[in-house]
């Protein structure tokens, strides 16, 4: 005798998964990646079935020391080969940092930046109708809407306004702080830009810097070279009636840091870690406000949103995709 197929019982852990499924919301995130090297990471951040990826800087290594954007349009035609097609078609927001701006270390004296910004904008397929197409800078922001649940997701340009950097001389030099009142990362413009940006409704607000904000004890960039940007820009998210979540790179290591009222997320590197970069490699580093330590695989981050526990959670994880560094914060 053959027993009836129960189609309600069927059906239930269907809607039950797919409630779930629509509760949490993904955004995987990462900086460094070499068009030259192999990037395996991929395979582990797909596994994670992401909602958005956010690229942080470095997204391609074609700077030189001339200047020259020649090798810019080669590395660019070397990454498109190399970026997987199910990335793609995420959501998928960018900024920059000094590789794919277009001069290590570069700012606002960088006399090619236009023709940078355009070559970027081109590459990541930005609309024509874009407002980045028609202004100087490449941040912008934008509302991702889950059920009503809103973040405001900021992306800063830390390079297109940023005034000279001061250092030591030597090949390890030292960055030191650029106490010049007038001495800028962001630029008149964009600060005025975020200042009523953030004040825009959200429920989580995730501001995305290309280096780090929190971090002020190693030798390489970093906001607290610019005293004045550094104290305000701190001062501007601890007063925010909005949580606050900061994510970074550019370090080529990564790690979690914790200030009054919000934590800051480093994900670095996707494919280009110390070990390939520098023979010697870098002592341990240490920070106040850092939780644990650094982490210096290969790494990305990711960002879990729980809706219905209202929380999130932060984590980095190494190339196979286990979880090195994580904390759970409550919204």
């Known amino acids: 005798m053959k027993k009836k197929l129960n189609l309600a019982a069927l059906l239930?852990?269907?809607?039950?998964?797919?409630?779930?499924?629509?509760k949490t919301y993904k955004i995987a995130f990462g900086s460094c990646l070499d068009q030259e090297d192999p990037q395996p990471i991929w395979n582990s951040i797909k596994k994670e079935n992401i909602n958005s990826f956010i690229f942080?800087?470095?997204?391609?290594?074609g700077d030189v020391p001339s200047g020259s954007l020649d090798?810019?349009?080669?590395?660019?035609?070397?990454?498109?080969k190399m970026l997987p097609d199910?990335?793609?078609?995420?959501?998928?927001?960018?900024?920059?940092?000094?590789?794919?701006?277009g001069i290590n270390d570069g700012g606002s004296s960088y006399p090619l930046k236009s023709d940078a910004?355009?070559?970027?904008?081109?590459?990541?397929?930005?609309?024509?109708?874009?407002?980045?197409?028609?202004?100087?800078?490449?941040?912008?922001?934008?509302?991702i809407d889950i059920d009503g649940f809103k973040i405001n997701l900021i992306l800063l340009d830390t390079r297109y306004f940023r005034s000279d950097l001061e250092k030591t001389n030597g090949i390890n030099s030292v960055y030191l702080k650029n106490t010049n009142p007038d001495a800028t990362i962001l630029g008149d413009d964009q600060w005025s830009w975020l200042i009523e940006t953030i004040k825009t409704e959200a429920n989580l607000i995730i501001i995305a810097t290309s280096i780090q904000l929190l971090a002020t004890q190693h030798r390489f960039e970093k906001w607290s070279n610019f005293p004045k940007d550094h104290?305000?820009?701190?001062?501007?998210?601890?007063?925010?009636?909005?949580?606050?979540?900061?994510?970074?790179?550019?370090?080529?290591?990564?790690?979690?840091?914790?200030?009054?009222?919000?934590?800051?997320i480093?994900?670095?590197?996707?494919?280009k870690t110390i070990s390939k970069i520098s023979r010697l490699g870098r002592p341990k580093e240490t920070d106040r406000l850092m939780i644990g330590d650094m982490f210096s695989g290969e790494n990305y981050g990711l960002?879990?949103?729980?809706?219905?526990?209202?929380?999130?959670?932060?984590?980095?994880?190494?190339?196979?995709?286990?979880?090195v560094r994580s904390q759970l914060i409550s919204l």
């Not at 090798?71 to 035609?77: H, S, V």
């Open 71 to 80: 090798f810019m349009k080669t590395a660019y035609a070397e990454q498109k």
């Open 231 to 264: 104290s305000k820009l701190k001062e501007l998210l601890n007063l925010s009636n909005t949580p606050v979540l900061v994510i970074s790179g550019d370090r080529h290591q990564g790690a979690i840091y914790k200030d009054k009222n919000f934590y800051e």
């Open 117 to 143: 910004q355009k070559m970027y904008l081109d590459f990541w397929d930005v609309s024509q109708e874009d407002i980045r197409r028609y202004r100087e800078g490449i941040y912008t922001n934008k509302i």
């Open 56 to 61: 942080l800087g470095d997204n391609v290594y």
């Open 303 to 323: 960002i879990s949103i729980d809706l219905d526990n209202k929380s999130y959670k932060i984590e980095l994880k190494d190339i196979d995709g286990k979880i």
């Open 12 to 22: 239930i852990p269907l809607l039950f998964c797919n409630f779930t499924i629509a």
């Open 86 to 101: 199910w990335l793609l078609k995420k959501d998928i927001n960018v900024i920059w940092d000094d590789h794919d701006f």
């Open 266 to 271: 480093t994900s670095s590197s996707l494919n």
